[in-house]
């Protein structure tokens, strides 16, 4: 009876999540006239019209190509900052080292207004504006102190005496980091690249004011289905969708690091 139980509250609550992404799929399955005219669970008329209007519009899909780049650039400049940081605070101790840890947090506490204007006008003297490199970089203010703050949390788990054996029998740093230290914290790895991943992946403050039109979002392009009739609700919804599907692809390919890291790391 228990057990009975324990399914039904699970079921329920998995289905407390699902019901806005169905509603969204519903939504961009109807025309806005269709959606505004009565209420429906699931489409009488079922249309792609709103996915065809996307992928024929190059400013719409163009904004997922921008958004996919700087998201990825951001990811690895993170990772690859962040993987030799994690390490000295994880294996060294010197002055001030847990102050400086602390500050790296702080920057990601900070909310990103706070950064917008000293960004904007440091990119507008470096001509940086409107490129992918801007908003990677940008975001990197609070992924990398996200990253060290993970990494640590896993490389702190890896017993010390690993490092000296491998020093004895002969490593250089660069090739113990790579072949054997990286290897045994890559859940760590995997659940640091999705939360950065994700972070920049949803993040518009920054990325709508640094970009006007080659390097635009998809995040920021949503914004034009406001117009003086109203919302085209049916165009958001299906954009809604369309931005889900890398977000869930990222979660499949790193979902059994994902299991290891919740388990094992500082998440």
Same mark, same amino acid.
């Given at each position: 009876?228990?057990?009975?139980?324990?399914?039904?509250?699970?079921?329920?609550?998995?289905?407390?999540?699902?019901?806005?992404?169905?509603?969204?799929?519903?939504?961009?399955?109807?025309?806005?006239?269709?959606?505004?005219?009565?209420?429906?669970?699931?489409?009488s008329e079922p249309?792609?019209?709103?996915?065809?209007?996307?992928?024929?519009?190059?400013?719409?899909?163009?904004?997922?190509?921008?958004?996919?780049?700087?998201?990825?650039?951001?990811?690895?400049?993170?990772?690859?900052?962040?993987l030799p940081a994690?390490?000295?605070?994880?294996?060294?101790?010197?002055?001030?080292?847990?102050?400086?840890?602390?500050?790296?947090?702080?920057?990601?506490?900070?909310?990103?207004?706070?950064?917008?204007? #000293?960004? %904007?006008? /440091?990119?507008?003297?470096?001509? @940086? *504006?409107?490129?992918? =490199?801007? !908003?990677?970089?940008?975001? $990197?203010?609070?992924?990398?102190?996200?990253?060290?703050?993970?990494?640590?949390?896993?490389?702190?788990?890896?017993?010390?005496?690993?490092?000296?054996?491998?020093?004895?029998?002969?490593?250089?740093? #660069?090739? %113990?980091? /790579?072949?054997?230290?990286?290897? @045994? *914290?890559?859940?760590? =790895?995997? !659940?640091?690249?999705?939360? $950065?991943?994700?972070?920049?992946?949803?993040?518009?403050?920054?990325?709508?004011?640094?970009?006007?039109?080659?390097?635009?979002?998809?995040?920021?392009?949503?914004?034009?289905?406001?117009?003086?009739?109203?919302?085209?609700?049916?165009?958001?919804?299906?954009?809604? *969708?369309?931005?889900?599907?890398?977000?869930?692809?990222?979660?499949?390919?790193?979902?059994?690091?994902?299991?290891?890291?919740?388990?094992?790391?500082?998440?």
């Amino acid at each position: 009876m228990k057990i009975k139980k324990k399914y039904f509250v699970l079921g329920f609550y998995l289905l407390l999540l699902m019901l806005p992404i169905y509603w969204m799929l519903n939504m961009s399955l109807r025309t806005n006239a269709d959606i505004l005219g009565h209420f429906a669970l699931y489409p009488s008329e079922p249309t792609l019209a709103n996915y065809m209007k996307i992928f024929g519009d190059p400013s719409w899909y163009s904004g997922y190509i921008n958004s996919i780049i700087y998201v990825s650039i951001n990811t690895a400049i993170s990772l690859f900052t962040a993987l030799p940081a994690a390490y000295a605070f994880s294996r060294y101790r010197f002055i001030g080292d847990k102050h400086v840890f602390f500050w790296l947090l702080t920057n990601r506490m900070a909310p990103p207004a706070v950064f917008l204007l #000293p960004f %904007f006008q /440091l990119y507008s003297t470096f001509g @940086l *504006i409107d490129t992918h =490199i801007a !908003v990677a970089l940008a975001h $990197c203010l609070f992924n990398v102190p996200l990253a060290v703050w993970i990494l640590e949390g896993f490389m702190s788990g890896v017993p010390k005496e690993i490092d000296e054996t491998a020093f004895i029998d002969g490593y250089s740093f #660069p090739r %113990f980091f /790579l072949t054997v230290f990286i290897p @045994l *914290i890559r859940a760590g =790895i995997g !659940v640091t690249a999705f939360f $950065c991943f994700m972070f920049s992946w949803v993040e518009l403050l920054l990325a709508r004011t640094l970009t006007t039109t080659n390097a635009k979002p998809i995040a920021a392009i949503m914004t034009r289905t406001v117009s003086a009739s109203g919302l085209d609700w049916g165009l958001l919804a299906a954009a809604g *969708i369309l931005t889900i599907v890398p977000g869930a692809l990222v979660i499949w390919f790193v979902r059994n690091h994902l299991a290891k890291g919740f388990a094992l790391g500082r998440v």
